[in-house]
């Protein structure tokens, strides 16, 4: 079977992204691109890479033009997307790859993002750990609506979910440092992204606890913890009061590449346990995921190992002196960071192979 494809926010970078995944995929065809402001113009105007796409044209974002397909991706900017999920009833699966679906608790969502609150979709990270030993990759199976992860946010939480889970790492005091290329924040026209301004230097933002993805890392981390199946798809009240239980310091700094995550997270080593417990639980969480790849101990990743591949790297290290674990991963904000966890996510909700238009090998230098 071939399915029907709609992707909105086609002119953008995560949309472009999804475009540039599903071009390859042998099981979908992309009938209806749409934008917003660049409705009416051809699609090869506003992604010149992406040749094999050049015949179609950017339509207006509507309901009416988004129905009718097998498969719906919104890539849109936050608050944006619950307008149209809604006239959208009939589509067998809807993938957000917006923040609109993501949060289970509407006080963290009115915290951290404000407006209307929209039920949470099941999250989109196959490989997370929910609790007694599953993945959120069961959730996926079957799914029709999918909230494709925040970049940052499921770089962190990949980070450090294997120690969650363990009970090798302390919770309440994880401290997550990233360096992330300004693709992150959109192609929309920016001062502060301009080339003069971040060419050359290295600029923090969302100091201080502000930043948007630090409610959707604590709920990905809490629903790791071994209890009765609370996780990331359910509304379950569980979720609150364990994600109190989780407290990071999130510091991310701007640098000038195009693409890419490398982020840094530290956590302290819970009494009592071993090097060999440590590191273990990181190979038993990753050891047998294609996407999700733990280095050889001492190794440590770079981004430019994953630009383009639907791959998170991680290095993990233990700081006996610092008494604290330490993570390195990297990822491609674009792929593993949303589109190819969008397209992963979507693989295995239809049941398909789940690295089906996927590859694990970057682009480098
Ligand atoms: N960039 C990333 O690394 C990344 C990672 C994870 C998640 N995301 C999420 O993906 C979504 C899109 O992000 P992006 O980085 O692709 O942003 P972007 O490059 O700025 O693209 C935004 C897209 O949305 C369209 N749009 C803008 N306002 C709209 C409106 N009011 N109604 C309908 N469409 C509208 C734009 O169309 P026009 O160009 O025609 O105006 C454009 O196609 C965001 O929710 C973001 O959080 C992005």
């Known amino acids: 079977m071939t399915y029907s494809v709609a992707v909105s926010g086609a002119s953008g970078y995560a949309g472009g992204e999804i475009l540039r995944i599903l071009a390859a995929h042998p099981d979908v065809e ?3 691109v749409t934008a917003h402001s660049n409705a009416g113009q051809p699609l090869i105007q506003h992604q010149p890479h992406l040749r094999s796409l050049a015949h179609l044209t950017l339509s207006q974002t509507t309901p009416d033009v988004l129905a009718g397909h097998d498969i719906v991706f919104l890539a849109l900017p936050h608050g944006q997307s619950g307008q149209y999920t809604d006239a959208l009833a009939d589509t067998p699966l809807v993938i957000d790859a917006g923040a609109d679906h993501r949060l289970v608790d509407p006080t963290a969502w009115d915290s951290f993002y404000g407006g209307d609150f929209h039920e949470p979709w099941t999250y989109g990270v196959p490989e997370l750990l929910i609790g007694g030993g599953a993945k959120q990759r069961d959730r996926l199976t079957g799914a029709t609506r999918i909230a494709a992860p925040g970049c940052n946010a499921s770089t962190v939480s990949l980070s450090l979910v294997p120690g969650v889970a363990a009970g090798v790492i302390d919770t309440r005091d994880i401290v997550s440092v990233l360096a992330v290329g300004p693709s992150g924040a959109g192609k929309s026209l920016k001062t502060n992204l301009l080339a003069s301004e971040i060419l050359g230097t290295a600029n923090p933002y969302a100091v201080g606890g502000t930043h948007r993805h630090i409610p959707e890392i604590r709920q990905a981390l809490a629903g790791a913890f071994p209890v009765d199946g609370a996780g990331s798809a359910g509304g379950d009240a569980e979720w609150t ?3 109190d239980a989780i407290r990071i310091s999130f510091t991310p700094v701007l640098v000038p590449m195009a693409r890419g995550i490398l982020a840094t997270s530290t956590a302290p080593i819970a009494p009592g346990v071993s090097d ?3 590191r273990a ?5 990753y050891g047998d995921e294609t996407f999700v790849q733990l280095l050889p101990a001492g190794e440590f990743p770079r981004t430019a190992d994953v630009v383009g ?10 700081d006996r002196a610092a008494g604290r674990v330490v993570v ?3 990822v491609d904000n674009l792929v593993k960071g949303t589109a190819g966890a969008a397209v992963q996510s979507m693989n295995i909700a239809l049941g398909l192979a789940e690295g089906t238009g996927l590859t694990v090998n970057g682009v480098a230098p």
């Open 241 to 243: 009061s364990l994600a």
């Open 328 to 330: 390195v991963a990297a």
């Open 276 to 278: 060999d417990e440590i």
């Open 30 to 32: 992309i009938r209806t």
């Open 309 to 318: 591949a639907n791959t998170a790297l991680i290095g993990l290290a233990i």
């Open 281 to 285: 639980a990181w190979q038993d969480a």
